[in-house]
């Protein structure tokens, strides 16, 4: 790729610096004039002498070799024989697409012209302008101008695209797909649409462009990204049909309203520098939920948030190598692994908790007087907190502060004794490491059957209660602490388990199993919970229950205890929630069917023979049965099923299905076979977007753990330098490792030495302080009840 980019410069530095890397710059002109430049390819630096003061025009010649090896950056995103180039610069890649000053905060207009040939379509931040003969079969198409931005926002893809459309509130949506595709990007493409209206209205700031995109592309490293007016994502996201099972239509539809709440919160007003990463994340992912939940309300947003938001951070926040929602972050490299369920999970918990705390209409005339304020321009935490203390007149900025700029989270102890409540708060780890730390928590409870509220912001207080009766904390689980109840409290938690609520439970096992890591709780108390959850079908507690299950099982599934609780828990749910779907059921009883059938068919044989029999007519089976029939399959099948389920990840067109495809090849009980479906991933035959799912299913499997962790030692950099060292990779490594690794700690340790160790960053200490964590659970877990 050859380009051309022209800066209009004032007040520049001696030399002018710009950001610029894996670009060969061939001439630099000022004002029309050559001049000298150096570029220090080492340090990602262009320096150009010769630029006066005075507002003066940068003309850069420079040419690029698209690398055929990544899937970040500019990148070509293929499929069959065919692909489509296009772009994905969050956080610093823009630099090597063109020379720019590569930082949020320094925004630009945009006024971008691609010559190529006259029969691809090409797609970028603004709609085309004008498309004119280049000659030779080539076409020179030109875009409008874009609002002042910044760079990591900009956008182009040039490929056959096919077009499907809406038109809402005048703006044009369009879902553009490789060809064939277009007619599955409806589900995806009428969410993008009803958002967007929903947000024009509840932000009261019209949305600034004239059309906005959805490009499904067929090979893409993360979820998706939040271009300005050119929303990029991956297959399995855009191309949902209602053929999809309920967990990955959510999920897909949920990643449309995030990536559109970003078109304000995020492009229009956008974060200083990457230590406000959580502005950003935190807000679009509360959004996503808030408003997934107004525009589907049967699909019961606020227990999927507890199950992935909620819960999931408050394990990473656990860790004593977490780090604060408002994080310190000194360069792009470290910007790179705060991209985790700190900045997106906790910080929408808190926000959550802040909306509580303020009401729900000042916080919405906090949040649009700050958009409005900060438009096209950049803002930091502060400017937030301080447009909801106004719109509210509370004092906002202190509890956000408390909760936002301080790493981990309170337990708060409960005892009961003589007429009294004691509460006491220190912070949570799971190593059990005593850190400092006190919290302001808007507390709520039941006790002697109503509902009461205080405020811990001391270390110890007293609440007014008959100790006998019912004691429940952090009603309805908004709070982000753990609940740790004494022997006695636990014991009427059990006895009236059955009138406690949904999240309430859900909440109960969730802090049980944090207990149950840091080992302040004995498994068999986490398995008379199990047992209860058992025998009190409820669905969110048993999707939480099932994935805790999954964990515990990758980590000992030869432990006693975890053996006995199995048969308390799968057969007795599966058959409340019935295991075949039934017409009109809620779509969240397909989803929690899902996640028991394939969890069971995984540990149980003779269910998974069962399974295994759906798998003959895969293609017409209900969506939330195919995962536990590739599982079924590949299990009573071993190798005879390896070469069908190898054949259907290579040729199936649907991401969506390719993943329950993987489910079965990661199953496997024969380790080799396992390592084949690794190496399937990278081997180039099917989509680089797949090269994740063997990666975090094979974790959960025991019997693979040899063989994933040999994988990845041979693997690593070859997959490291495929996604370019990107946070997702990151993200699968610490999916993967904290599981595979359980009996090797030492051996883990000395790969991560050196290079791989200081590269990984904060991500990789993190996977090694769970990776311990899980090692000592699982010394445990062996010894309890054997
Ligand atoms: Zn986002």
Redesign the pocket.
């Known amino acids: 790729m050859t380009g051309k980019i022209g800066v209009t410069v004032k007040g520049a530095t001696k030399p002018l610096t710009l950001d610029a890397s894996q670009l060969s710059v061939n001439a630099v002109a000022v004002n029309g004039r050559p001049v000298k430049f150096a570029f220090d390819e080492k340090r990602s630096k262009l320096k150009i002498s010769g630029v006066p003061a005075r507002e003066s025009r940068v003309e850069i010649d420079y040419s690029k070799q698209v690398s055929d090896d990544v899937i970040f950056g500019l990148y070509k995103s293929k499929y069959g024989k065919d692909y489509i180039l296009a772009t994905d610069l969050e956080p610093a890649e823009a630099r090597t697409v063109f020379p720019c000053v590569d930082e949020p905060a320094y925004k630009a207009v945009f006024r971008l012209q691609i010559t190529t040939d006259e029969r691809l379509v090409v797609i970028a931040n603004t709609p085309m302008i004008s498309k004119e003969s280049a000659g030779r079969g080539r076409a020179t198409f030109t875009f409008q101008e874009t609002p002042r931005m910044s760079t990591y926002l900009f956008f182009f893809a040039i490929g056959r695209f096919e077009e499907a459309r809406i038109n809402t509130d005048g703006i044009e949506v369009l879902a553009a797909t490789r060809p064939g595709q277009a007619q599955n990007s409806r589900v995806a493409l009428e969410i993008a649409a009803e958002s967007l209206s929903a947000y024009q209205r509840y932000f009261g700031v019209p949305y600034p462009l004239k059309k906005l995109h959805i490009v499904a592309l067929p090979e893409y490293h993360t979820g998706a990204m939040?271009n300005w007016g050119a929303i990029s994502s991956r297959e399995s996201y855009a191309l949902i049909t209602e053929d999809t099972s309920f967990t990955q239509k959510n999920r897909g539809a949920m990643s449309m309203v995030?990536?559109v709440a970003?078109q304000w919160f995020g492009d229009l007003v956008t974060m200083e520098w990457w230590d406000d990463l959580w502005l950003?994340?935190s807000f679009?992912t509360f959004m996503s939920y808030k408003m997934t939940g107004r525009l589907r309300p049967d699909w019961e947003m606020w227990s999927i948030f507890l199950r992935d938001e909620g819960f999931h951070a408050l394990n990473l926040d656990a860790l004593s190598t977490t780090h604060p929602v408002q994080g310190h972050v000194r360069n792009v490299a470290e910007s790179m692994h705060t991209f985790d369920a700190i900045s997106y999970g906790k910080g929408a918990c808190v926000l959550r908790m802040l909306e509580a705390y303020v009401g729900e209409e000042a916080f919405r005339t906090g949040v649009s007087d700050y958009l409005k304020r900060f438009s096209f321009s950049n803002a930091s935490g502060k400017d937030l907190w301080n447009a909801l203390g106004k719109a509210s007149g509370l004092p906002v900025a202190r509890v956000a502060r408390e909760w936002l700029t301080r790493p981990g989270y309170p337990v708060v102890r409960v005892a009961a004794r003589g007429g009294k409540v004691k509460l006491s708060q220190s912070r949570f780890t799971l190593s059990g490491k005593k850190a400092p730390g006190v919290w302001p928590i808007p507390i709520s409870l039941r006790a002697d059957g109503s509902r009461k509220s205080t405020f811990l912001d001391r270390r110890t207080a007293n609440v007014e209660a008959r100790a006998e009766g019912e004691l429940l904390l952090n009603l309805d689980r908004t709070g982000f602490y753990a609940t740790l109840y004494d022997g006695a409290g636990y014991e009427r938690l059990a006895r009236n388990f059955s009138r406690v609520g949904p999240h309430d439970r859900a909440g109960i096992m969730y802090d049980l199993y944090l207990f149950l890591q840091a080992g302040l709780v004995k498994p068999e108390l986490y398995a008379r919970f199990v047992a209860l959850c058992g025998a009190n079908p409820d669905a969110i507690a048993t999707q939480i229950v099932t994935e805790q299950l999954m964990q515990v099982t990758a980590i000992a599934d030869e432990s006693r205890v975890i053996r006995d609780i199995e048969p308390k828990f799968y057969p007795r749910l599966l058959d409340a929630f019935g295991e075949e779907p039934r017409p009109g059921e809620p779509p969240y009883v397909g989803a929690t069917r899902e996640y028991l059938a394939s969890q069971y068919a995984s540990i149980n044989e003779s269910y998974a023979r069962k399974m295994a029999s759906l798998f003959e007519h895969f293609a017409n089976l209900d969506p939330n049965l195919k995962s536990a029939a590739a599982i079924g399959y590949a299990m009573t099948n071993g190798a005879r099923a390896e070469r069908r389920l190898q054949e259907m990840a290579r040729t199936l067109q649907g991401e969506v299905d390719r993943a329950n495809i993987y489910e079965g090849l990661c199953a496997f009980r024969e380790p080799e076979l396992v390592e084949h479906t690794l190496e399937l991933g990278m081997s180039g035959q099917v989509s680089r977007s797949d090269s994740g799912y063997p990666l975090f299913l094979s974790a959960y499997n025991p019997y693979a753990r040899d063989a994933l962790w040999n994988w990845i030692t041979k693997r690593y950099d070859a997959m490291r330098d495929m996604y370019a060292g990107s946070q997702q990779f990151y993200l699968y490594m610490g999916r993967a490792i904290p599981f595979c690794g359980v009996e090797r700690e030492a051996e883990v340790r000395s790969f991560f030495s050196g290079k791989r160790f200081k590269e990984g960053g904060s991500s990789v200490t993190r996977l090694l302080e769970q990776l311990h964590i899980n090692a000592r659970l699982r010394k445990r877990l062996l010894r309890s009840g054997n």
């Open positions: 939040e995030h990536e970003h950003n994340e679009a």
